[in-house]
């Protein structure tokens, strides 16, 4: 499934990130890349971009960007 | 005394600059990097008998140089300049920050490791063996608490060590035997086209070619045609483009760093982060909340302000009188106005400002130092995606309504130079405080007594709908291009620091004072020549009464002739040279535009409330003319402060002249077609 279409509050992994090489690059020295685990955190009162918790850190990724982003469904939800 | 120059580099929230004060106290110089807006502070100080210079580069993630930040940052490390990188690291981001780090190892240059905030990491239950990752880094790793400035000596100690100890380096990361086999390649073709003494880099040279972080032609062609070759090759072989395959072996090294030299004992959180999120970032509360701060924002910088604002202007009148006062009977002249109004008159018309500007910076300061900037831009990003900008573009759009020179300086917020220039661009359309009391003359004299509140409210409007029109166009045309990818860290909250809070101020506020100040002292005073000079001789001026004289005179003057000449053109916009005249002057600021309207028809110095002057306007104008006034000061650039600003952070004549005329033109086709057209109803 899409980062976007993941519900707040959830913990998925990320499984394949698919953008433009530069972009793509962004993405990964942020630290988002295949493996990483991310918590859907909450969506902006206008529904957009989405803020997730990547380790230690909050980052807010428009929904445009997000949805990129193939993730999935961790069992473990707190 | 020996110097070391040191490069201050870290992720943005990393509390860099905590460490930067600490280190150099109140020993701090900002400036402009050559040719670019991206500020360069550094600062100085002294340890162990040798003179250590400081330099704060932005905050990145890479060095990658996809940003402006990141070219200055990479391209000062990179140098010969450079003595020692000290390298700042969130010791409660620690492996995200590393990825930086990676980078900067990779450099093989003395390297030291500030583990910052550590303290809130010994309490988030982390362990870390500095000497260890020392070790891995080839450098030195130490502990510090910025904001408490805690091992900040031993900082400068281990900068001292490394400069010192002449390692060898030869840093790398293994990036696997197909990568490496090609870096090896490439390597050798670069250093023989490089100059004798850079062979060092080559290595760093092929990393970034493969990485396809510089032009691909930087190297030569050979170099470029075995680049691209190796680039292909790993694409086909693994199905990914080499950085992202090198991205993960540097978390490779990053993840071995990790297990080797943290303990965790307690699994950390950012509770206190997340519950005040839940609140300021709530769905249905946190865009109130957020219009309630902004509001905040606001009141601070003009009603903070304009009371300070009134002495400096009373200050400035004062002076003027005593020059006046003291200057010798007999021996008043040019030399006497230059003076009292083109001097005094322009740097005063400067330094007024300042209280705005300070309040205002104290109120971004606290605000980003908090970490509430990036959950406003958060929760404005849906809006102004809109209109092809970020977020963050907001703030300095709802500062415009106070000020537009405060507000272009606000753009500083922002990083990403195109919607910058979009924003700079389109921020004298937001009708500021200075076009208020024309539309207080204006429309009283010309409008019926319900129709006022609308009619004002309606320049408000109609700047705000021509900004957004002008900012889709310009992203679609001149500043085109798509949105980079928008992620923005949200840092933790915390508590400002007083020191951090007024260091940024003050900063801010002295580059403002310098620059803008001697570029809008100068238009000033061209501005004084030109209402003041041709005169008029005095015998043509003799048995009229003084309102009348000072009529005939400003008529007289280059700025009044300037007008008369081109009337034809203005008439089309309803302007005799009466209002022509008004509106060259109104350019110095556009609050001038009254006094003048005043002078030029014989009624002296006139203020807004002024009934006789609206009792005239109304004798000889149309409500389509009044109206057509207003529009025209609501479009073309609000003042010479406006142009010059917008000089200083553009850093091109280009964009602020391109902005004058682009803005002038604007009014001027807008206002005739309404004229014309209005003509044509009526």
């Known amino acids: 499934m899409k980062l976007t279409e993941v519900p707040a509050g959830k913990i998925c992994t990320i499984k394949s990130i698919s953008a433009e090489d530069r972009y793509l690059k962004r993405f990964v020295e942020m630290g988002l890349r295949a493996g990483a685990c991310v918590k859907v955190l909450r969506f902006a009162p206008l529904g957009d971009p989405i803020e997730v918790k990547l380790g230690n850190a909050f980052i807010s990724i428009r929904c445009e960007n997000a949805g990129n982003i193939e993730v999935d469904l961790a069992d473990i939800s707190n | ?682």
Request: charged share 20%.
């Open chain 2, 1 to 682: 005394m020996e110097q070391i120059t040191v490069g201050l580099t870290g992720n943005p929230n990393c509390g860099k600059s905590c460490v930067f004060n600490s280190l150099t106290g109140a020993k701090q110089h900002v400036g402009n990097y050559p040719g670019v807006t991206v500020e360069k502070v550094e600062g100085w100080c002294e340890h162990k008998g040798y003179r250590i210079r400081i330099v704060d580069l932005p905050g990145t993630y890479s060095i990658s140089a996809h940003s402006m930040d990141e070219k200055v940052a990479r391209d000062f490390v990179l140098s010969d300049e450079c003595d020692v990188i000290v390298n700042v690291i969130d010791s409660n981001n620690f492996e995200r920050n590393l990825f930086l780090t990676t980078q900067l190892f990779e450099l093989n240059k003395p390297l030291v490791a500030a583990l910052n905030m550590y303290d809130v990491a010994t309490k988030n239950g982390l362990e870390y063996d500095k000497e260890k990752i020392g070790t891995f880094l080839n450098g030195t790793a130490v502990s510090t608490v910025g904001n408490k400035g805690e091992g900040i000596k031993e900082l400068l100690d281990a900068v001292v060590y490394e400069h010192n100890c002449r390692r060898e380096f030869d840093n790398r990361i293994n990036y696997g035997s197909d990568i490496e086999e090609r870096l090896e390649r490439l390597t050798c073709l670069i250093s023989k086209e490089v100059t004798a003494g850079d062979e060092k880099k080559a290595r760093y040279h092929a990393l970034q070619l493969l990485q396809m972080d510089c032009d691909i032609n930087e190297f030569g062609e050979n170099a470029a045609k075995v680049a691209q070759e190796a680039i292909s090759e790993l694409n086909r072989m693994y199905g990914d483009n080499p950085h992202i395959l090198m991205a993960e072996k540097r978390y490779g090294f990053i993840s071995g760093l990790f297990e080797q030299t943290v303990r965790k004992t307690v699994e950390i959180r950012h509770d206190a982060s997340d519950a005040i999120d839940k609140i300021l970032l709530n769905r249905v509360l946190g865009l109130p909340i957020f219009f309630g701060m902004m509001y905040l924002v606001f009141k601070l910088t003009f009603w903070l302000g304009d009371p300070v604002m009134t002495v400096i202007e009373n200050g400035f009148d004062l002076l003027k009188g005593f020059v006046n006062s003291a200057w010798p009977a007999g021996a008043e002249g040019p030399l006497q106005s230059l003076i009292v109004d083109g001097i005094i008159g322009g740097v005063g018309g400067v330094v007024v400002f300042l209280p705005n500007i300070i309040f205002l910076f104290l109120a971004i300061a606290v605000l980003e130092d908090s970490g509430y900037m990036a959950r406003a831009a958060f929760l404005m990003d849906r809006i102004m995606k809109k209109i092809g900008l970020h977020g963050q573009s907001f703030i300095p759009m709802l500062i415009g309504f106070g000020c537009t020179v405060p507000a272009i300086m606000g753009t500083r917020i922002l990083n990403e130079r195109r919607s910058r220039l979009t924003t700079i661009m389109i921020l004298p359309l937001i009708s500021c405080g200075a076009r208020l009391p024309i539309y207080a003359l204006i429309i009283p004299a010309f409008f019926p007594k319900h129709l006022h509140g609308f009619m004002m409210w309606s320049m408000y409007v109609i700047g705000i709908l021509l900004a957004i029109i002008l900012a889709k166009v310009l992203r679609k045309t001149l500043f085109k291009g798509k949105n980079t990818v928008m992620l923005m860290e949200l840092p933790p909250y915390r508590v400002p620091t007083l020191r951090s809070v007024f260091t940024h101020m003050w900063q801010k506020s002295w580059l403002y004072l310098k620059k803008a100040g001697t570029l809008i002292l100068a238009i000033s005073i061209i501005l004084w020549a030109m209402t003041s000079y041709p005169k008029l001789p005095e015998e043509q001026t003799a048995g009229m009464v003084p309102k009348q004289a000072q009529a005939a005179e400003l008529k007289h003057t280059a700025a009044g002739r300037i007008a008369t000449t081109i009337e034809p053109a203005t008439k089309l916009m309803g302007f005799d040279y009466k209002i022509g005249t008004a509106l060259l002057g109104a350019f110095a600021a556009k609050e001038v535009f009254v006094a003048q309207m005043g002078i030029v028809n014989s009624l002296g110095d006139a203020g807004a409330e002024s009934k006789p002057l609206r009792e005239k306007l109304k004798e000889q104008y149309t409500p389509l003319q009044g109206f057509c006034i207003m529009l025209f000061c609501l479009i073309s650039t609000p003042c010479v402060a406006t142009v010059a600003i917008c000089r200083k952070e553009t850093q091109s004549w280009a964009f602020a002249m391109g902005q004058f005329i682009g803005l002038t033109v604007l009014a001027f086709v807008i206002t005739a077609a309404v004229y014309q057209m209005g003509i044509l109803i009526t």
